[in-house]
């Protein structure tokens, strides 16, 4: 991502923090700060931005040294609301300011174009509330009206869905033409994938978890992705993911477990491109 203006980039490994809260969220965060990671992935809609903030403060790392994700709810797009909520997340998260802030869905609650709250979403950096912005759950359709607002550089990353199973190569291959990162999440299928057959015997030969495999599939094609876990002993197998590099055949072979198998699939998604 060298064409983006300052040092700090976002790490390939974050931490997810969907379904975490209160005490459990707090702790899962503190957790993996301590283990190692420097990137955390939180939203509006998983009322846990005050217990990340917390864990932050109380582990003492440097702001300098982290990189933290926050993401606009779909009832929030509006210019009425969008800036507030940004506001609001900052305080919860007892930040000036995030490293990244997305637009969650590409689905507006209140109807608001898309073009209109991008340029929210712009006028938020400008504003210094982020330092940069992105989208999440982009389709090719939704990234081709975003890129008559914005330009592909400005775009950080499209965080969508990516496992074993859901392999999503058409809006990659889109993405990678157009110079726009992915973040892969739900990278277990929320632990479906591990128990695959194929995943366990290259888990096998490498001597390692079949966790660490799938986080090295995500790394080997180029993409971030942000695991989520409440477990010291799994946050540490899933961080140790960095160092497992995975042959061509081996990625290959994970490829072909695709199945189209969608987790993330509410009402107001769009249809994923096939
Ligand atoms: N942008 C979006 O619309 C969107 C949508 C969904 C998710 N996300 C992001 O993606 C993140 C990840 O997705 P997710 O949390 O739904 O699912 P996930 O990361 O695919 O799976 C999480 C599940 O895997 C288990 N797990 C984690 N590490 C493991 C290991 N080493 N061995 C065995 N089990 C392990 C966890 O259990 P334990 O807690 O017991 O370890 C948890 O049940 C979210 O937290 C969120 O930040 C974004």
Same mark, same amino acid.
């Not at 869905?161 to 993405?175: I, S």
């Given at each position: 991502?060298?064409?983006?203006?300052?040092?700090?980039?976002?790490?390939?490994?974050?931490?997810?923090?969907?379904?975490? #809260?209160?005490?459990?969220?707090?702790?899962?965060?503190?957790?993996?700060?301590?283990?190692?990671?420097?990137?955390?992935?939180?939203?509006?809609?998983?009322?846990?931005? *005050?217990? $990340?903030? #917390?864990?932050?403060?109380?582990?003492?790392?440097?702001?300098?040294?982290?990189?933290?994700?926050?993401? $606009?709810?779909?009832?929030?797009?509006?210019?009425?609301?969008?800036?507030?909520? =940004?506001?609001?997340?900052?305080?919860?998260?007892?930040?000036?300011?995030?490293?990244?802030?997305?637009?969650?869905?590409?689905?507006?609650?209140?109807?608001?174009?898309m073009a209109v709250y991008l340029k929210e979403l712009k006028r938020a950096k400008e504003l210094g509330l982020t330092r940069y912005i992105g989208v999440s759950n982009f389709t090719i359709a939704n990234l081709k009206e975003a890129l008559e607002?914005?330009? *592909?550089?400005?775009?950080?990353?499209?965080?969508?869905? =990516?496992?074993?199973?859901?392999?999503?190569?058409?809006?990659?291959?889109?993405?990678?033409?157009?110079?726009?990162?992915?973040?892969?999440?739900?990278?277990?299928? =929320?632990?479906?994938?591990?128990?695959?057959?194929?995943?366990? #015997?290259?888990?096998?030969?490498?001597?390692?978890?079949?966790?660490? $495999? =799938?986080?090295?599939?995500?790394?080997?094609?180029?993409?971030?992705?942000?695991?989520?876990?409440?477990?010291? #002993?799994?946050?540490?197998?899933?961080?140790?993911?960095?160092?497992?590099?995975?042959?061509?055949?081996?990625?290959? *072979?994970?490829?072909?477990?695709?199945?189209?198998?969608?987790?993330?699939?509410?009402?107001?998604?769009?249809?994923?491109?096939?």
């Amino acid at each position: 991502m060298s064409q983006h203006d300052t040092q700090r980039e976002m790490p390939t490994l974050g931490m997810g923090t969907f379904r975490l #809260k209160g005490e459990v969220a707090y702790e899962s965060v503190k957790m993996a700060l301590d283990v190692g990671y420097r990137h955390i992935d939180t939203a509006q809609i998983y009322d846990n931005e *005050a217990e $990340v903030g #917390k864990a932050i403060a109380d582990s003492g790392i440097a702001r300098e040294e982290l990189f933290v994700t926050t993401k $606009v709810w779909n009832s929030k797009l509006s210019p009425a609301l969008f800036m507030d909520s =940004v506001h609001e997340s900052l305080e919860k998260l007892g930040l000036k300011q995030v490293d990244l802030l997305l637009i969650h869905w590409p689905s507006p609650e209140e109807g608001t174009e898309m073009a209109v709250y991008l340029k929210e979403l712009k006028r938020a950096k400008e504003l210094g509330l982020t330092r940069y912005i992105g989208v999440s759950n982009f389709t090719i359709a939704n990234l081709k009206e975003a890129l008559e607002v914005l330009t *592909a550089d400005e775009i950080y990353t499209n965080q969508v869905e =990516v496992h074993p199973y859901l392999t999503n190569q058409k809006l990659r291959e889109f993405c990678q033409q157009q110079g726009i990162h992915i973040t892969g999440y739900m990278p277990f299928a =929320v632990g479906k994938v591990l128990s695959d057959d194929t995943i366990i #015997k290259i888990a096998n030969q490498h001597q390692r978890s079949p966790a660490e $495999v =799938v986080l090295a599939w995500e790394f080997a094609q180029g993409m971030a992705t942000i695991p989520s876990s409440t477990k010291r #002993k799994n946050l540490e197998s899933n961080f140790a993911s960095l160092d497992l590099n995975l042959s061509d055949e081996e990625v290959q *072979a994970i490829n072909k477990l695709d199945c189209s198998d969608r987790q993330a699939n509410p009402g107001f998604s769009p249809e994923w491109d096939q």
